[in-house]
């Protein structure tokens, strides 16, 4: 897949575990976040999001959690299944005026294990 | 709904040729971006359109590359003449809002330039 050269953290767990996934963000000024999964040969698809007005949000199995003190976020996937095999890219808004303009990091590899 | 179509999935050119990726977004969509992964880079913004004009092209890397979006439906990315270091994935997505709710993905083209 696209992922070839491209040396990303990998986080391997079990299935029925719970995961996280962390992403350090540069600028204190992003007031959007998303989480996307890409699955190999397909396009980002997005999971959840959080604004900066909110230090946690639920989705179903999902969480993130933002802490703008350290800008910090993280995805917490609850009894993680073989089908969430993928790599996960946390994505900060840094467009102006509402227009989005997303800088992605770098990705985290999921590995589940039956 | 038809998510967001790209054509060619893949594309091998030589260095100095010509190629045009097409985007076609989800219908109804006014905003329209392209991204890029070159390979061992992350995910990168070179554009986004409202409608048929160009919001924001300043990920746009050099005058090699041009974008449209005639009458504001499909857009396509023209890269004259191919260089190397522009092998890599190109996405695009597109967006109702541009406040919430994140992009729709295409899948991409693969580009490789030899």
């Known amino acids: 897949g696209e992922s070839v050269g491209l040396h990303l953290p990998t986080l391997s767990v079990q299935e029925g575990d719970n995961s996280i996934i962390n992403c350090a963000y540069s600028?204190?000024?992003?007031?959007?976040f998303i989480w996307y999964k890409q699955e190999s040969g397909k396009g980002p698809q997005f999971i959840i999001d959080?604004?900066?007005?909110?230090d946690k949000r639920q989705g179903q199995r999902v969480t993130v959690l933002l802490n703008k003190t350290v800008k910090h976020l993280s995805l917490q996937i609850a009894a993680t299944q073989p089908g969430d095999s993928a790599v996960y890219f946390c994505?900060?808004?840094?467009?102006?005026?509402?227009?989005?303009?997303?800088?992605f990091g770098t990705g985290t590899r999921l590995l589940v294990s039956p | 709904e038809a998510g967001v179509t790209q054509f060619p999935s893949h594309s091998v050119i030589e260095k100095g040729q010509t190629v045009t990726l097409r985007c076609d977004p989800i219908?109804?969509?006014?905003?329209l971006y392209w991204y890029r992964r070159v390979m061992g880079k992350e995910i990168k913004f070179l554009l986004h359109?409202?409608?048929?004009?160009?919001?924001?092209e300043s990920g746009m890397p050099n005058n090699r590359f041009l974008a449209e979006r005639t009458g504001g439906t499909y857009s396509t990315l023209k890269v004259q003449p191919a260089e190397l270091e522009d092998s890599g994935v190109y996405f695009c997505?597109?967006?109702?809002?541009?406040?919430?709710?994140?992009?729709?993905f295409g899948s991409g083209t693969r580009l490789t330039v030899v």
């Open positions: 997505a597109s967006s109702h809002s541009v406040v919430s709710g994140g992009y729709t």
């Open positions: 600028n204190s000024a992003s007031d959007y």
């Open positions: 959080i604004r900066s007005n909110m």
């Open positions: 994505a900060e808004n840094r467009g102006n005026t509402g227009f989005q303009k997303l800088v």
């Open positions: 219908s109804g969509h006014d905003n």
């Open positions: 359109f409202v409608k048929e004009s160009k919001q924001d």
